[in-house]
């Protein structure tokens, strides 16, 4: 997976150089700096090495710089892995900032593997180390902060109860066919179930009104039993199929697969509970205990008294934005915590990044609360723009909230709704076309991390700028 030295340069990728063929500016500032901060790489390298006896042996792979580069590159251009691969092979340029040269590029799936095996932790130790550099060059000084919390989507269908149920019939049973390909003797007796579940199904998605009156509960106490016999029939045959003779990759494969089964049927085993509860026994049923797709069971129901959007799926994201636009802190959060919670954490990250409490703390009315203002006031902030949510504002605060200082502070955040923009439509977040909560968690990472290399590319490029002589 790994090669500890970089792949040498030939003739061809010499004369490519000499004849000086340049990227676009963007992608050429952030080479540069990439180059001026080479140690960004040793985290990447660890994680490629991991599980690796001898990483220095063995066939060529793709190298840290190239994955962490081409991660970059992905998520700056919003491309999926076959456009990625292509592109890269079809232009000389984008070898070049990948660091490919002349080299044969790997296919989509090799980078797909290569990136599977960053961790979230390691992305965030690449972003922490790349706004300290920032910090470190002059280009952020820390003095304002504004932060805001949105929702990045899961890769689901909209959950009901009926289609839940469906899903995991008809995974089941597909999994279930697979194992009974692999073996010589197959898996025994198991009744597929899939045409009485999908029929049942379709029967409550196509009910009237007035028809769920009478006809729901039947529906669903027949697709229910459908359900608990394939969740039943599909342990049996896990447990029939324990002993496999073989070589050790139809083992290998064989297991996978016994696993898969099992976690599928645990999961069937909380659809069917939750359906029963909430149908039933017209039980309501807590948001934590709920499953909401079988697929990605991670998923978490947020709802944020958006009009448009009362109610998303996936997870919320906490981002704290600079002055100039870095991204210095961000987190995928668990369930639906209050925007309230984030106020001291953020001023405490805020404070060991760049030595100091920022002057301007902005927010929306989300994580107003008098203790987040006692907070800023104690850490020593200057000016907190956080308006008053609900209640009636005592004549001090309606005259703080008119004054031109707290409206530009408003102004001024107003500014991450722009950011959050362009990481959902830029940089890919806007839903996650990734499974898991791990490559979840990567995906919005590379995000972050794909805005603030192009932030501090723009900055360079502007320093630069204001630094060149003028012409005689």
């Known amino acids: 997976?790994?090669?500890?030295?970089?792949?040498?340069?030939?003739?061809?990728?010499?004369?490519?150089?000499?004849?000086?063929?340049?990227?676009?500016?963007?992608?050429?500032?952030?080479?540069?700096?990439?180059?001026?901060?080479?140690?960004?790489?040793?985290?990447?390298?660890?994680?490629?090495?991991?599980?690796?006896?001898?990483?220095?042996?063995?066939?060529?792979?793709?190298?840290?710089?190239?994955?962490?580069?081409?991660?970059?590159?992905?998520?700056?251009?919003?491309?999926?892995?076959?456009?990625?691969?292509?592109?890269?092979?079809?232009?000389?340029?984008?070898?070049?900032?990948?660091?490919?040269?002349?080299?044969?590029?790997?296919?989509?799936?090799?980078?797909?593997?290569?990136?599977?095996?960053?961790?979230?932790?390691?992305?965030?130790?690449?972003?922490?180390?790349?706004?300290?550099?920032?910090?470190?060059?002059?280009?952020?000084?820390?003095?304002?902060?504004?932060?805001?919390?949105?929702?990045?989507?899961?890769?689901?269908?909209?959950?009901t109860d009926n289609t839940l149920l469906w899903d995991s019939v008809r995974v089941l049973t597909r999994l279930v066919r697979q194992l009974d390909d692999l073996l010589p003797i197959g898996v025994g007796a198991f009744t597929n179930r899939t045409r009485a579940a999908r029929r049942r199904m379709y029967e409550i998605q196509r009910m009237t009104t007035k028809e769920r009156h009478t006809q729901q509960v039947p529906t669903y106490r027949a697709l229910i039993s459908i359900a608990e016999q394939v969740v039943k029939d599909a342990r049996a045959v896990v447990a029939r199929t324990q002993r496999v003779d073989g070589d050790i990759p139809s083992r290998v494969a064989v297991e996978t697969l016994q696993r898969e089964i099992t976690r599928h049927a645990d999961l069937g085993d909380r659809v069917i509970s939750q359906t029963r509860r909430r149908v039933l026994q017209s039980e309501q049923v807590p948001t934590d205990e709920k499953v909401y797709s079988i697929f990605e069971p991670h998923t978490d129901l947020i709802k944020r008294g958006k009009v448009l959007k009362p109610i998303e799926f996936g997870h919320k994201v906490f981002l704290a934005e600079s002055g100039h636009g870095l991204i210095t802190q961000y987190g995928v959060l668990t369930g639906n915590p209050a925007d309230q919670t984030h106020v001291a954490p953020s001023l405490e990250h805020h404070t060991a990044a760049f030595g100091h409490v920022p002057d301007l703390y902005s927010s929306d009315r989300g994580f107003f609360n008098e203790a987040n203002l006692e907070a800023c006031k104690t850490a020593g902030v200057m000016l907190t723009c956080i308006p008053q949510a609900g209640g009636k504002r005592s004549a001090e605060r309606e005259a703080f909230e008119k004054s031109p200082a707290f409206k530009k502070g408003q102004r001024f955040r107003a500014g991450i709704e722009g950011r959050i923009s362009v990481l959902f439509r830029g940089r890919g977040m806007k839903r996650a076309l990734v499974e898991g909560r791990e490559r979840f968690e990567l995906l919005v990472g590379a995000a972050v991390l794909a805005n603030n290399l192009m932030v501090i590319a723009d900055l360079l490029r502007r320093k630069h700028a204001r630094c060149r002589p003028a012409a005689a």
């Open 1 to 159: 997976m790994s090669r500890v030295s970089a792949p040498q340069l030939s003739f061809a990728d010499l004369e490519f150089l000499h004849q000086r063929i340049q990227l676009e500016p963007s992608l050429r500032a952030i080479a540069g700096f990439l180059d001026t901060h080479a140690s960004l790489v040793d985290d990447v390298r660890r994680d490629l090495e991991r599980g690796l006896t001898h990483p220095a042996t063995g066939r060529h792979g793709v190298t840290a710089p190239q994955v962490l580069r081409s991660l970059i590159l992905m998520r700056v251009k919003n491309w999926d892995y076959r456009e990625l691969r292509e592109r890269i092979a079809d232009g000389y340029t984008l070898r070049h900032f990948t660091q490919f040269e002349s080299q044969r590029v790997p296919k989509h799936d090799a980078f797909n593997r290569a990136f599977n095996r960053l961790t979230p932790d390691t992305v965030r130790a690449v972003n922490d180390a790349v706004v300290h550099a920032a910090v470190v060059l002059g280009l952020e000084d820390g003095t304002k902060l504004r932060v805001d919390t949105t929702v990045v989507e899961t890769d689901i269908h909209h959950p």
